[in-house]
């Protein structure tokens, strides 16, 4: 047993030091200007969470091409961005109170909308699953020089959140994104140097990596989301996960966030964990396998979906089996929730399944995900989070706003 707690500071091994235990995760805030950029609602928003007390806050996936998007409003950072007021204000919001605000970068490879992307790319040109299939266009095969250029985007993205004053930057390898679907031996099937063995799938992401080192520098923190697992038969398992971390740890990786699933198994919504009783007493999702992990490495781990209570929390900790608590829609719904922890006090996170009542709305409708951003939204406003927002309401409002492409961009997500 360990004597760690939440109020503890993190020292990482690029020698950053993170101010207590509690990170919110990455959310998409789909909040950005019809330009792809930032706007005073993301710099509300994280000045908003720098208040409520967490020690690490990591944006939504910011892209790293215009040309491959996941959600219409997502931030982009390409070369010729060339207005970074508005990314330096959003860093300076984020990083008040010595909180260290750190940049997911994303590409999403084959889960760019058909509406969005008439031809996404990916590892292989594997289509996703039916009924995704008709939300998303059969993605392209990368060429291997469009692979090399995929890789210096990311770290011109990585480059430009430093000298915007990100703290940190982190590479999305799960929920199905482009890193991850290289990782995939069911998505990548590639004979070259980038497909076959897991030496070869996970080349992509440790090429990424070792990139974005080169031009950060050593003392700048880097880290990785990555998959527990894809939870799909011969997809990417719990095994090869922990043999890519063990190599990411030894690169020099400075934090692995642990997730898992992808918009074919969404296991990182708790769809399917919510019914498991030692999931519900343990309370976070992927607990056993950071447990598994912890065994392997001693990089930091940072663990996320499904923590609720301070109890739950310390246990994990106490346990040595992460290193960070992860929360994501609890700081939707409560931004103040990690002081509220951090003082001690007897709190539950009010996340709650969302429900219309109405069976086949809640079946064609993703409500978490619609229901979510609208709190976003409303505290990027200025406005206090809505707990009891009701959900038709909110979809009629996502549709006035934006369309019904609004709603066929999330549904499967």
């Known amino acids: 047993m ?36 930032a706007n005073n609602k993301l710099k509300k928003l994280y000045e908003t969470w720098t208040r409520g007390g967490a020690g690490l806050l990591i944006t939504g996936n910011v892209m790293c091409d215009k040309r491959h998007l996941g959600e219409p409003r997502n931030i982009v950072l390409e070369n010729e961005i060339s207005d970074t007021v508005a990314l330096k204000e959003w860093a300076q919001a984020g990083t008040k109170n010595q909180t260290h605000l750190w940049m997911q970068i994303n590409h999403p490879g084959k889960q760019s909308p058909k509406f969005l992307n008439h031809e996404p790319v990916s590892a292989s040109a594997i289509p996703l699953r039916a009924p995704l299939n008709k939300l998303f266009n059969t993605p392209r095969a990368l060429l291997e020089e469009e692979i090399y250029e995929i890789i210096e985007r990311f770290t011109i993205a990585a480059k430009m959140a430093k000298e915007a004053g990100f703290t940190g930057v982190q590479i999305h390898g799960a929920h199905g994104y482009l890193v991850n679907q290289f990782l995939s031996p069911l998505h990548n099937t590639r004979t070259d140097i980038w497909g076959g063995s897991l030496n070869n799938r996970m080349r992509f992401t440790l090429e990424i990596y070792q990139s974005m080192r080169r031009e950060l520098g050593n003392n700048f923190p880097i880290s990785i989301k990555l998959n527990s697992a894809d939870f799909q038969k011969g997809g ?113 996170s009010k996340v709650h399944p969302i429900s219309t009542g109405i069976k086949a709305i809640d079946r064609a409708a993703p409500l978490e995900i619609i229901w979510y951003s609208h709190q976003l939204n409303r505290i990027g406003k200025g406005k206090l989070p809505d707990p009891n927002a009701n959900a038709i309401l909110v979809i009629l409002e996502m549709i006035l706003a934006n369309g019904l492409e609004s709603i066929k961009r999330v549904r499967a997500k």
């Open 236 to 348: 990417f398992s719990e095994d090869e996960s922990i043999e890519v971390v063990e190599t990411l740890a030894h690169a020099g990786i400075d934090l692995v966030e642990i997730s898992g699933g992808s918009y074919e198994a969404p296991e990182m919504m708790g769809i399917s964990k919510i019914k498991n009783q030692s999931t519900i007493i343990r309370e976070a999702y992927f607990l056993n396998y950071c447990e598994k992990l912890r065994l392997k490495v001693k990089v930091p781990l940072m663990l996320t979906g499904g923590f609720r209570s301070l109890q739950g929390m310390d246990s994990a900790l106490k346990n040595n089996s992460c290193d960070i608590i992860g929360l994501a829609r609890s700081l939707a719904l409560n931004p103040n929730f990690p002081n509220e922890l951090l003082n001690g006090l007897d709190v539950q």
């Open 2 to 37: 360990s004597k760690t707690s939440i109020s503890d500071s993190l020292i990482l091994p690029c020698g950053a030091i993170l101010k207590n235990r509690i990170a919110k995760s990455a959310m998409s805030e789909n909040l950005a200007t019809a330009d792809y950029l």
